[in-house]
């Protein structure tokens, strides 16, 4: 027989029914103000804390001194944050601003051939196939591109920008004529017929294929009577040089390409390229040629009392700015400098020459700005640059934004 048992599994054991039944007995409010005293609500936690937080500051309570370290602390802590904050968002507006004033890219072939030239052979290689949007969109400007071999492509990055002016530092050596500053930076892939001539060359023939232009077209569609001026710059012995580089232009002569005097008619032919000597180039030996494809840089200052340079041997005029005016402070040129400069440049005017200032203030970017802003208003001939997107594509109101140089 089997022992009967009160106890049901599914019945509360005695005490747990007694604590069960005494606790539903209970208010509920009664049950809720003991876990309220227990556990405080949540949102009472950040006043207290915020209270505590509050004491580090109370001299009364953690003294003078370390109250007045906290506060010190507490101020630059808000200033570092503070000032993050407002650095991140004039960093934000001015690269905004950078992204917007920054003048794109023109899409043509200039442009493509300037992104993809990476050797002195490239020079001509690249205009195999002819790029038909040659220089689509381009508009020339007259500023003359400084020490143009210097660039990482030369001619085509100066052409690229719209500028009508290019440089040629020139070595003789043998039968070639070298391009470079000094001798030390001369090698034999860079020489005048392979970055100036040969180019210039390939491009005005295709320019002019199927023309019935009476006069032959220039490297610029947007305005084909534009001449480019190629300055070269004699280093080497000018007597033993000038009849190589009349060699060296035999196919531009050939192709009708470039500006002559016509010692015939005693009349001057404007052609799409103008070849310039200067450096050591002698003056009589310019003038010596019945036929002249080869123009002076004539000395500016002296037109005002030398009535020997003209458009029948000369094209440009030139000086270094510093050894014509003086240097020119931060503030700018000065009245008499700036009487000075205009005198040149009309006298340049008068005698159709185009006036050049080379040696022109490079730094700061403010400076070269006034000056560049001052030579342009007064209609310089040509405003000699190292910077060919900032002097041709960047407005120039916008290149210093809250003390940022941005072009």
Known sequence: MGVQSNFSPL??????????????????????????????????????RFARFKTQFDAQIVGKKKALRNRIFLALFLIVVVGGVIVLIWFSLVLAL?????????????????DQWDTPSDSVSLLTPWPKDFSQGIVPVSCHSHNDYWRSVPLYEALAGGCTGVEADVWLDGKDLLVGHRKNSLSSDRTLNSLYIEPLSIALSNLNHGSSASAPVGLFNVD????????????????????????????????????????TSKALVRG????????????????ADHDRYIFF??????????????????????????????????????????DAMQEMIRAAADRGLVSRFWSTPSW???????????????????????NIVEATRWNWDWCIVAGLVLC
């Not at 005490?15 to 227990?38: G, V």
């Not at 799409?272 to 003038?287: A, K, R």
């Not at 700061?364 to 190292?386: I, T």
């Open 272 to 287: 799409p390229i103008t070849v310039v000597g200067t450096g050591n180039t002698h003056f009589d030996q310019v003038v």
């Open 11 to 48: 019945s509360p054991l005695p005490s747990e029914s007694s604590n069960m039944s005494a606790l539903t007995d209970r208010p509920l409010s009664e049950i809720y103000d003991k876990e309220d005293r227990l556990c405080p609500a949540a949102e009472h936690r950040p006043s207290r």
């Open 224 to 263: 084909p009577s534009t001449t480019v001026t190629l300055l070269i710059d004699i280093k080497s012995d000018p007597v033993t040089t000038w009849p190589v580089l009349h060699d060296q232009l035999s196919p531009l002569i050939a192709g009708g390409w470039l500006s002559h005097w016509n010692g």
């Open 98 to 114: 950078i992204h917007r004033l920054t003048p794109s890219n023109p899409s043509n072939g200039l442009q493509k051939i300037v």
């Open 364 to 386: 700061p970017v403010s400076l070269r700005l006034k000056v560049w802003r001052f030579l342009a208003e007064h209609q310089v001939g040509m405003l000699n640059v190292d």
């Open 297 to 338: 840089d004539a000395p500016l200052p002296d037109l005002s009392h030398n009535s020997s340079y003209g458009p029948e041997n000369s094209y440009y005029a030139s000086v270094s700015l510093k050894k014509a005016v003086g240097t020119i402070w931060l503030w700018g040129p000065t009245a008499d400098q700036q």
